[in-house]
């Protein structure tokens, strides 16, 4: 991204976009790939496992970036940092992931056999895209309070994450290194209650 900044701002505003959709399409295919491969007494923890990960990336990646703010080369090492992490996950679940346990190569039987009789959403079912009732789901009202929860909930996190170091340094006049550590704390402890929670 900081390349294609040095070309054109458009470049950029075109990558963020794409970014945006993929994200938005991630999230929801998480419950779909955690439902075909943790079982029914586990699927809690592994969901608090998987979703917990946003906090805590937020809270390694603050003191992490501040320091290679510091470094030779400056801030444009953010992103290097960033892109390289991003193209190495990438790489493990490109080699190691599969959509199912019948596709995965390397478990046991006994682990394909308690996956398939335990998770019932691991077998492959064709949904009729015309069938799902979308207009029903669209006028109701539980629907509508989760999608705005969660949108507000998203918005504050990120607002906060962004801004907190800016709003610490300029009003504050904490130096980058313990700005950066403060912000470390706020989302360890959200990454810590929402293990708890979803593990009560």
Request: hydrophobic content about 45%; aromatic content about 16%; glycine content about 4%.
């Amino acid at each position: 991204m900081f390349c294609l900044a040095r070309v054109t701002f458009w470049l950029v505003w075109v990558l963020r976009l794409v970014q945006g959709v993929v994200t938005g399409l991630a999230f929801p295919s998480v419950y779909s790939t955690l439902g075909r491969w943790s079982g029914s007494d586990e699927r809690s923890v592994t969901m608090s496992f998987a979703f917990a990960a946003m906090p805590l990336a937020s809270a390694l990646n603050s003191p992490i970036t501040s320091s290679l703010c510091c470094m030779d080369g400056g801030w444009p090492n953010v992103f290097y940092w960033q892109g390289g992490v991003a193209a190495a996950w990438l790489l493990l679940y490109v080699l190691l992931a599969h959509d199912d346990p019948d596709t995965h190569p390397t478990i046991t039987e006994e682990e394909r056999a308690y996956l398939q009789y335990d998770c019932p959403s691991s077998k492959k079912k064709k949904v009729n895209f015309f069938k799902v009732p979308w207009f029903s789901m669209a006028r109701c009202r539980a629907v509508w309070t989760l999608i705005i929860t969660h949108f507000c909930s998203s918005w504050v996190f990120i607002l906060c994450s962004d801004n907190m170091p800016s709003y610490a340094s300029e009003v504050f006049k904490f130096d980058l290194k313990s700005v950066n550590l403060g912000d470390f704390c706020p989302a360890f402890l959200m990454t810590v209650s929402i293990y708890i929670h979803r593990t009560a």
